[in-house]
């Protein structure tokens, strides 16, 4: 059993999340964290709201709140639809916590004491019109390097290099459209090029084990080729001060400084938490972090990968004293570099880039309001962006619910219910069992192998793949025995055994499944005759900041009952009633409906 860090971006909390967002750091995260523990790991999946940044005071502002109200508001709104989804966090907080803000100032002050945290001057942008100051991602323009618009002040799209705003083209703010100006202040830079050296040879140890999309690596080195100190500290007055530097409440750390190290800081709290309702110790998170056997993998979208493959394992590295000033060792230890970075594509919508601010947008909650968790879940899992960008459209969502998921897999759990609660009314017994039938238990059985292996390695479009492949298997078995047939009493004995070879078939895959369809597998559970628990589902639960007493809802649960990820007999004599369908056949006339929705039509 290894010791497994599920680290799940922090979705920002200026505003509601739309499938986008989830089809990159949120159902990839919680597939591969399922998988992983019905594998025998010990998993910790960590995240929450990234709440920190000039936009959410933009933001709020707008809708006449002070930040922390608006972090509120949508801290809570986030955490209601990622339950919804069934993400399976251990512990989604949020970085306005006093846990937090204590990591961030610990980690800071060690890359500080070791070095590698030093003092420049820079040019801060200024919005003329609001006079505050304007975070990189908040202006735009011409990109120096490429020539491509749309630039923005920290990175270019287009040619995936760092920017500083001053060097863009033509720079306009995106709050009031006007030139930014531009005045010199002091500030903290992280000494990339001090750290470049052990960056570098990370990388290539990562590369050599083959595990990293090649996507990843490639974009990730070639952040190498032009490194440069990266301003750590902010003009700004919403954030966590910088120690030291008490005395200047407009100066905070930067937002992206922080929100990495939300990795750690929620491992700390999840310690915490349990440790105050008796359960282990405060110091448990260090099973994760600081044991060397431990493995990390973390889960976004591509545009976050320079944060998590360049600027967080740099200040793990000097946190660390691993950089050419080397450094001293800290209170909270030697902390591990990630195993990988898994970045997904981008998601867009019927041929668009989601954009809330031009209304190109589905959110998470609206969409669940009207479809079955499940749906959007296997859309995301059969057709999402693993490592190409990939098009959401209302009419392919409609056509892989109703013939794959209904028509294939819903379609074989009820026909195999169906069959079994007519002509027994619980699972029958298997008499000897023919060559056909061992075929196809054999086959499917060897699906956890197979799937288990495509999990492990972040292949889950092959991996659902592969499941719905055996669902075709186990459909074909029905065509070629004809139980229906089966009519006359002296083939009952034949009967039972296709219908238990069924049965059995139809349980292994639902175990399979589940890490996918956690819902719609609970569901198939009970029509199997079990109690609905195959796949523990997250908790809502409202609780108090631990340092401070501030309110809010914290996502966890209770995992530690999983299936293991293997056949399971299945117990004849287990009662079996006539079926309700598990999933929603969704009228041809949801197209146009949600199109309308859109202004697409």
Known sequence: MSKILSAVAWPYANGPRHIGHVAGFGVPSDVFSRYMRMAGHDVLMVSGTDEHGTPIMVAADKEGMTPQELADKNNRIIAEDLVNLGLSYDLFTRTTTGNHEKVVQQLFEGCRDNGYMVIQESAVAIDPKTGNTLPDRYIEGKCPLCGAEGARGDQCDNCGNQLDPQDLIDPVSKISGLTPEFKITEHYFLDLPALAGALGEWLDQVEETGKWRPNVISFSKHLLDDV?????????????????????????????????????????????????????????????????????????????????????????????????????????????????????????????????????????????????????????????????????????????????????????????????????????????????????????????????????????????????????????????????????ESLRERLGTVLNTLIQAVSDLNTMMSVFLPHSSNTIDVILGGEGTIAPMPQLVETVDIDNGHPFPIITGDYSNVRPWAARDVVVGTPISKPKPAFQKLDDSVVEEELERLNFS
């Open 228 to 488: 440069r100190p990266r301003a750590m500290s902010r003009d700004i007055s919403w954030g966590i001060p910088i120690p030291g530097w008490e005395d200047q409440p407009n100066k905070r750390l930067y937002v992206w400084f922080d929100a990495v190290i939300g990795y750690l800081s929620a491992s700390i709290e999840w310690a915490r938490r349990r440790a105050a309702n008796g359960k282990g110790t405060a110091e448990d998170w260090r099973e994760w972090w600081t044991n060397p056997e431990a493995l990390s993998y973390y889960f976004m979208g591509k545009d976050n990968i320079v944060f998590h493959s360049q600027i967080w394992p740099a200040e793990l590295l000097a946190y660390n004293g691993k950089g050419q000033r080397g450094g001293s060792e800290h209170e909270l230890g030697t902390l591990n570099l990630p195993t990988q970075v898994v970045a997904s594509e981008f998601l867009t919508m019927e041929g668009k880039k989601f954009s809330s601010s031009k209304s190109v947008v589905i959110y998470v909650r609206d969409i669940l309001s009207r479809y079955q968790p499940d749906a959007l879940r296997y859309f995301i899992s059969i057709a999402g962006p693993e490592t190409s960008d990939s098009d959401f459209t209302w009419e392919e969502f409609v056509r892989r619910n109703n013939s794959e998921l209904v028509a294939g897999w819903g379609n074989l759990v009820n026909r195999t219910a169906a069959m079994i609660a007519k002509n027994f009314g619980e699972i029958p017994a298997a008499g000897e069992l023919e060559d056909i039938d061992r075929e196809l238990l054999e086959v499917v059985r060897g699906g956890f192998d197979t799937v288990g292996n495509l999990i492990a390695n972040h292949q889950q479009r092959a991996a659902l793949g592969e499941i719905m492949r055996l669902v075709g298997e186990a459909n074909g078995y029905v065509s070629r025995t004809e139980p229906f047939k089966m009519k006359d």
